[in-house]
Nanobody
Framework: QVQLVVSGGDSVQAGESLKLSCEVV????????MGWFRQAPGKEREGVAA???????TYSESVKGRFTISRDSAANTQHLQMVNLKPEASAMYYC???????????????????GRQGTQVTVSS
């Protein structure tokens, strides 16, 4: 059974940092495109970042320069390091993975399937 076990969400002040982790259970993520989505109450789901099997990363414009996605194939885990957090980053964050054709592994890509579990990030001003 495939599970994306997410952790690291918390309530922080603006300007602080958080690191989210996602452990993949049920498949070897080494050959998968991995990514993160977030959804705030009353808003549509938004792609935050994605990382291809070769380490190429893409980000949404709203987080570029402050968020860093990484993958640890040995641990079958991906991470999202978030620095200088802003209140608008408050949302439920979801881990995602998928397989596609070359060039399809990009932020918000349709090939990325999110897990059921999310982790809440709340940033206070």
């Amino acid at each position: 059974q495939v599970q994306l076990v997410v952790s690291g969400g918390d309530s922080v002040q603006a300007g602080e940092s958080l690191k989210l982790s996602c452990e993949v259970v049920g498949y070897n993520m080494e050959t998968y495109c991995m990514g993160w989505f977030r959804q705030a109450p009353g808003k549509e789901r938004e792609g935050v970042a994605a990382i291809d099997t070769d380490g190429t990363a893409t980000y949404s414009e709203s987080v570029k320069g402050r968020f860093t996605i990484s993958r640890d194939s040995a641990a079958n885990t991906q991470h999202l390091q978030m620095v200088n957090l802003k209140p608008e980053a408050s949302a439920m964050y979801y881990c995602a993975g998928g397989v596609g054709q070359k060039g399809q592994c990009r932020v918000g890509s349709w090939i990325l399937q999110t897990g059921r579990q999310g982790t809440q990030v709340t940033v206070s001003s």
